[in-house]
């Protein structure tokens, strides 16, 4: 099947700007993105999720280019609780996620329902701008996956773009700050309860 957003590839200037964009690259040189990159294919039923931010409206959440397979966002959850270091923190720390980028403060999970072309990467090392931490050095950690999706917001509007509303499902939304505690913590009871009746089937 063709991928949705397959025009934002196919069309050479428009698959260069959209490197660019994922790259980090600016006007003012390079920060942020991701590296180095590689094209791979999101496809339905597939689990993603995102890191947003509550102080913006959810049209621009949903709509962001930038997102994680389920297994990238899960291994950032173990490394907190094995570190018992906040799931806040250990995102910025594995995705390079400066302060000043955004509060960074709420999970969105989200089925995808349409076949969907992305770039993928890892975080690229940015340097802080943002009051009191000035300077400091994120690096993005190599077994960490991020994509940046084209064609999921219309920049002049701000708003989800048709791509958008035909290939995401947002399924839920947590604070940062409660994830483990809800979700993790239902995985667990429900794999408890698993085990259970394992148990009491056997012979």
């Not at 931010?53 to 997102?67: A, D, G, I």
């Not at 397979?69 to 923190?89: G, K, M, N, P, V």
Request: net charge positive; charged share 30%; proline share 4%.
């Amino acid at each position: 099947m063709t991928p949705i957003n397959q025009r934002f590839f196919d069309d050479p200037a428009e698959r260069n700007r959209q490197v660019d964009f994922a790259g980090g690259y600016g006007v003012d040189g390079v920060r942020g993105g991701i590296w180095p990159m590689t094209e791979d294919k999101l496809r339905p039923g597939e689990v993603i999720f995102r890191v947003g931010h509550s102080n913006l409206p959810m049209t621009k959440n949903m709509s962001s280019s930038w997102w994680m397979r389920d297994e990238s966002f899960y291994a950032i959850c173990d490394a907190s609780e094995r570190s018992r270091t906040s799931l806040a923190q250990l995102y910025r720390m594995k995705c390079a996620v400066s302060y000043d980028f955004g509060v960074a403060d709420i999970v969105l999970q989200a089925r995808v329902t349409q076949t969907l072309r992305v770039f993928a990467g890892h975080g690229r090392p940015v340097v802080d701008d943002s009051d009191g931490r000035k300077g400091q050095v994120w690096f993005g950690a190599l077994e960490i996956a991020q994509m940046f999706i084209p064609g999921l917001r219309d920049f002049k509007t701000g708003f989800p773009t048709d791509i958008c509303r035909q290939s995401i499902e947002i399924t839920k939304k947590y604070k940062v700050s409660e994830y483990l505690v809800v979700e993790r913590g239902r995985q667990r009871r429900f794999h408890r309860r698993m085990l259970a009746d394992f148990d009491k089937g056997a012979p």
